[in-house]
């Protein structure tokens, strides 16, 4: 069965970087992508960026750009997530969910999502 | 970006009525290729969200008929027919048409 298992929870202090992993399993690695999205305390979701793990292309949200990378290791079928410069609004839960970008352009699944990764950032 | 816009942002039900929320877009949902790229997605308390539909109307397996989706363009409707005690969570509609994905505010459907 497909499952995609995040890292613990991070504590981190503000000007640091944080790096959380989503490890695959139960399908081929390379036949989806995966997109990032987080969640603040008590507040909605927020779309973060994508990365194919086929051929390693990132797509970034505006709001992210320069201060986020996303990477694959396909020998272990890990996707990770880092961001820099790490501020107090940034403390969230960070997910990673399977996703398909098709050759129209559009991202769907979203059907399988890791379980959340804490991530606290405080002085 | 897109704005998607749910209403109401709280909905307290009873249990066996009906639910139903609202979200609209800021831009037409249809792409390029006819399809409308609108999901639904449920999160219960400490979970991960759950996606329940997807391009507006498909239910997703194992998901219970009591959840449908409708709308077009860029007014779209999650109905629950019958709100039972497990539905208590947030529900969210997110766009994948426009680049980058947008999600609504979410929607607490909770137990009156």
């Known amino acids: 069965q497909v499952q995609l298992v995040q890292s613990g929870a991070e504590v981190k202090k503000p000007g640091a970087s944080v790096k959380v992993s989503c490890k695959a399993s139960?399908?081929?690695?390379?036949?989806?992508?995966i997109s990032w999205v987080r969640q603040a305390p008590g507040q909605g979701l927020e779309w973060m960026g994508w990365?194919?793990?086929?051929?390693?292309?990132?797509n970034y949200a505006q709001k992210f750009q320069g201060r986020v990378t996303m990477t694959t290791d396909i020998s272990t079928s890990t996707a990770y997530m880092e961001l820099r410069s790490l501020r107090s609004d940034d403390t969230a839960v960070y997910f990673c969910?399977?996703?398909?970008?098709?050759?129209?352009?559009?991202?769907?699944?979203?059907?399988?999502w890791g379980q959340g990764t804490l991530v606290t950032v405080s002085s | 970006d897109v704005v998607m816009t749910q209403s109401p942002l709280s909905l307290p039900v009873t249990l066996g009525q009906p639910a139903s929320i609202s979200c609209r877009s800021s831009?037409?949902?249809?792409?390029?290729?006819?399809?409308?790229?609108l999901n639904w997605f449920q999160q219960r308390p400490g979970q991960s969200p759950r996606r329940l539909i997807y391009?507006?109307?498909n239910r997703d397996s194992g998901v219970p008929d009591r959840f449908s989706g409708s709308g077009s363009g860029t007014d779209f409707t999650l109905k629950i027919s019958r709100v039972e005690a497990e539905d208590v969570g947030v529900y969210y509609c997110?766009?994948?048409?426009?680049?980058?994905?947008?999600f609504g505010q979410g929607t607490k459907v909770e137990i009156k």
């Open positions: 969910a399977r996703v398909l970008r098709g050759v129209n352009n559009i991202l769907t699944g979203y059907y399988y």
């Open positions: 139960g399908y081929t690695f390379t036949s989806y992508g």
């Open positions: 990365i194919s793990t086929y051929n390693r292309n990132t």
């Open positions: 831009q037409s949902l249809v792409y390029s290729d006819g399809n409308t790229y």
């Open positions: 391009k507006v109307s």
């Open positions: 997110m766009q994948g048409t426009h680049w980058p994905g947008t």
